[in-house]
């Protein structure tokens, strides 16, 4: 039998499907749910092996882990909806809309590439893999918290402890597959320029691991897209500046479901 991610599954009305950053859980998400809930479902998987999703199942790919989230989603009755995707959520949105385009109202790419690694970030995510399976996952916590948050964010401890938190909430098999998965990932840059659908893209000011940079490479070459850029936040936009993160994706939605 097919392993199925958790979704959390809160509010009513149209379907808001919101995908995680790595090596975090589907909590990352709060924010936005407190703010859309009244008016949106909003479906948040969790990344197998953290939060309340099963252990990852052998040979993880992003493609599989997509196809997960749209079988769990056709269980839940959910056909159509609008996709938010933040990072590791970012580069699982290019496989979910090669299989099921049509599904996707709206689009947000949110701090993430379509790239795939270099031969060096490949390498460095394998030795990760294998440094959290053979002595756990407090050997990352500080240094991803580091590398997610912009400096500013990182000394608030309402901020960063959360973080901290999820990072040490998931498994070491789940972090190590996620790092296998996103490790293998393919280009999906040759996507861009034949996607049609209505879509945000988001960078934080202070983000290190997706510059803005690259934001405006994707914004220019998808012809629907249009960009915001969160200031003062580095990777995690949603959760370090969730008030102007939540306006841009208000805004943005607004438009895609206009009130009857
Ligand atoms: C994430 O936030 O999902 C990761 O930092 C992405 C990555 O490692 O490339």
Redesign the pocket.
């Known amino acids: 039998m097919t392993v199925l991610p958790h979704v959390h599954d809160t509010g009513s009305g149209p379907a808001l499907v919101f995908l995680?950053?790595?090596?975090?859980d589907a909590s990352q998400w709060d924010h936005q749910v407190a703010a859309f809930s009244d008016r949106y479902r909003c479906l948040r998987p969790d990344a197998f092996g953290c939060g309340e999703s099963p252990a990852p199942p052998p040979s993880l790919s992003l493609s599989a882990i997509a196809d997960g989230v749209l079988t769990a989603l056709d269980r839940l009755g959910v056909s159509e909806f609008a996709l938010v995707g933040?990072?590791?959520?970012g580069?699982t949105a290019f496989p979910l809309l090669q299989h099921a385009a049509a599904r996707v109202r709206a689009l947000v790419l949110s701090?993430?590439?379509p790239g795939a690694?270099s031969d060096q970030?490949r390498a460095d995510?394998l030795a990760m893999a294998d440094r959290v399976r053979r002595d756990g996952l407090e050997v990352i916590v500080e240094s991803?918290a580091a590398?997610?948050l912009a400096p500013r964010s990182l000394a608030e401890f309402h901020i960063s402890d959360p973080v901290r938190g999820r990072i040490r909430r998931c498994t070491p098999e789940g972090v190590a597959a996620?790092?296998e998965a996103?490790a293998s990932r393919p280009d999906s840059t040759p996507l861009l320029a034949s996607m049609s659908i209505p879509t945000l893209v988001v960078a934080g000011s202070e983000d290190v691991?997706?510059p803005i940079a690259e934001a405006e490479a994707m914004v220019s070459a998808i012809p629907s897209a249009r960009m915001e850029v969160i200031e003062g936040a580095g990777?995690?936009s949603n959760l370090e500046r969730w008030d102007l993160f939540n306006a841009a994706l208000k805004s943005f939605l607004d438009v895609a479901y206009p009130a009857p």
Request: net charge positive; proline share 4%; glycine share 4%.
């Open positions: 995680h950053a790595f090596p975090l933040l990072s590791m959520g580069y701090n993430t590439r690694d970030a995510r991803m590398k997610l996620c790092q996103m691991v997706t990777h995690l």
